[in-house]
């Protein structure tokens, strides 16, 4: 079955960076879209980005040229490099097999101002 491993989260100073990770088996990642999802606490899972099998990237519109998608077919990775983070980043991230459950456990990032 799909698992999801997501790491990479941690406490970073508002502006600063962090570049999160989630290994992926159980599927044909390479064939497979991805997503990043965040939580914050009180608020519903919103979607944050999302890249095809051809590399095609989109990405949710507070994201604004600060974060970047993107993965490794060979190590079944999809990564989400976060910059110019602030305190609205602060959330429990989590990657999605499209169209495949379940969720894995997050990693959570919290940004400090």
């Known amino acids: 079955q799909v698992q999801l491993v997501e790491s990479g989260g941690g406490l970073v100073q508002a502006g600063g960076s962090l570049k999160l990770s989630c290994k992926v088996t159980?599927?044909?990642?390479?064939?497979?879209?991805l997503r990043w999802y965040r939580q914050r606490p009180g608020d519903q899972r919103e979607w944050v980005a999302q890249?095809?099998?051809?590399?095609?990237?989109s990405y949710a519109t507070f994201v604004k040229g600060r974060f970047t998608i993107s993965r490794d077919n060979v190590e079944n990775i999809v990564y989400l490099q976060m910059n110019d983070l602030n305190a609205e980043d602060s959330a429990t991230y989590f990657c999605?097999?499209?169209?495949?459950?379940?969720w894995g456990q997050g990693t959570q990032v919290t940004v400090s101002s």
């Open positions: 159980g599927v044909t990642f390479s064939l497979r879209t």
């Open positions: 890249i095809n099998s051809d590399g095609l990237t």
């Open positions: 999605l097999v499209l169209g495949s459950g379940p």
